[in-house]
């Protein structure tokens, strides 16, 4: 059993945040209905451009998998009468359009509400529904720097930019999957649904909860080096190896810190962790001693002692890592015409009703035939919609 056999999930949501959200719930059992947009119908980045590629690299897609897939054209009537009935029994309703986009379509709460009563609605964008900033465009970088992240990463030169981690699948998508099992948990006590309106923006203030308290208790907001988790400290810092590898110290607490100077053969800091008259000192000692062996034979050295260390993992190396081998954050599924392919394993592990990941990622209108039976409609009727370009 998965934790959310039964429940039925519309994803009209486009770029990364939204489908990595309803990875999530089809991870844990939704069934998850993609509603793409016929080609051409939508401005992506236009980086592929090799159908056959297109689809090889389609079957490796995280975000698509354990998905079903029908393209409709929603700017048509018979589009939009079609998500209106795929609406009357779904559970949840995911989109990412720019504000009142839904509503302009005639798709908005209020409207498919009346239709069904205990959907829950769930509109993901940059910067909310409301608000001075909600119809402005934007990516990560953007919601991270309006929130007060970005200041905080990278040197007092210029602030460094992270991979889109942050605000589109933290604050975003993640957000997004964790609002929406809190409504359905809802609905169980109020038998209705609800709207659910979550902003990248709110996402990443959010996650910078503690950071927040502080600032509001009379400490300084977080800059490059100015507190101990971004770069103030040298036992919270990253170092390079002889063979050009990096390694990460996260020393903070006095025990690993004097074992740590003890391995690194300068006791004489042992007694003063934060001290910030030695600070340049025992970067330049641990810089000079990193240098000295290679990342792995640092990691042999190290790694067996109470000291808070890891090398820093390029993103293939980590797939090949055994740790997250052993936690199965690499699963392979076989492809009819591609062989094996790999996925990335499930982050969650529940005990009694584990998520799976079940299928690939399906072509684009892989199952609209189906679906469109599935509602009812004859085949006749079925035939006319392809033909007429309201679906494909």
Known sequence: MLPLEGIKVIDLSRLAPGPYCSMVLGDLGADVLLVEAPPGATSGMGMMTDAREEARRNAFDALRRNKRS???????????????????????????FRPGVMERLGLGYEALSRINPRLIMCSLSGYGQTGPYADRVGHDINYIAVAGLLA??????????????????????????????????????TGRGQYIDVAMTDGVMYLMAMAISRTFAGDPPPLPG????????????????????????????????????????CEQYSQRPYDPAVFDEVRAHFTRRFLTKPRDEWMRILGEQEICVAPVLRLDEAL???HNR??????????PEYGKIPQVGIGPKLSATPGAVRS???????QTAEVLEALGYPKDDILELFEDGIVR
């Not at 971004?230 to 190896?241: A, K, S």
């Not at 052993?326 to 492809?335: Q, T, Y």
């Open 360 to 366: 690939l990622a399906p072509l684009p209108g892989q």
């Open 152 to 189: 905080g990463i990278g040197t007092a030169e210029k602030p460094a930019v992270p991979l889109n981690i942050v605000a589109d699948f933290a604050g975003g998508g993640l957000m997004s999957a964790l609002a929406i099992l809190a409504a359905i948990i809802a609905r169980q006590r």
């Open 320 to 322: 090949d890592d055994p």
């Open 326 to 335: 052993a936690r199965r954050m690499v699963e392979e599924l076989s492809h």
């Open 70 to 96: 029908i393209v409709i054209n929603l700017k048509e009537p018979r589009g939009k009468d079609i998500l209106r009935k795929l609406a009357r029994d779904a559970d949840v309703l995911l989109e990412g």
């Open 226 to 265: 100015n507190n101990y988790l971004n770069g103030l400290v040298p036992q919270f810092d990253t170092y390079r190896c002889q063979d050009g590898k990096f390694i990460s110290l996260g020393s903070l607490e006095t025990k690993f810190w004097e074992t740590l100077c003890r391995a690194m053969d």
